[in-house]
Nanobody
């Protein structure tokens, strides 16, 4: 019923920037909290940043001051601007959203398939 599609990953040198995008589609009544997670092999998925529908946002400590999350409710999209990238930021980045669907207005959690970010030293 709902799909999240990420884009914008790629290979970048340390100190560089990337902007990730995630667009939601499907039978969406409302988008609530939207988040970015990341995961590296052998590690659990880590919350990077989240943003509520009113724009309130927060970040994990390791990215504060370097990453900025934003959203466009009309476009059903969430973005992650990543600056001053470090090799430790290398991971698959996943979009996540709490979505209320038209069929029953119940809120469900959805994941995108992920986009790979590789930061070279």
């Amino acid at each position: 019923q709902v799909q999240l599609e990420e884009s914008g990953g790629g290979l970048v040198q340390a100190g560089g920037s990337l902007r990730l995008s995630c667009v939601a589609s499907g039978s969406i009544w409302s988008l609530n909290i939207m988040s970015w997670y990341r995961q590296t092999p052998g590690k659990s998925r880590e919350l990077v940043a989240y943003i509520e529908s009113d724009g309130t946002a927060d970040y994990t400590d390791s990215v504060k001051g370097r990453f900025t999350i934003s959203r466009d409710n009309a476009e059903k999209a969430v973005y992650l601007q990543m600056n001053s990238l470090k090799p430790d930021d290398t991971a698959v980045y996943y979009c996540n959203a709490d979505v209320a669907v038209y069929s029953d207005m119940r809120v469900r959690n959805y994941w995108g398939k992920g986009t790979l970010v590789t930061v070279s030293s």
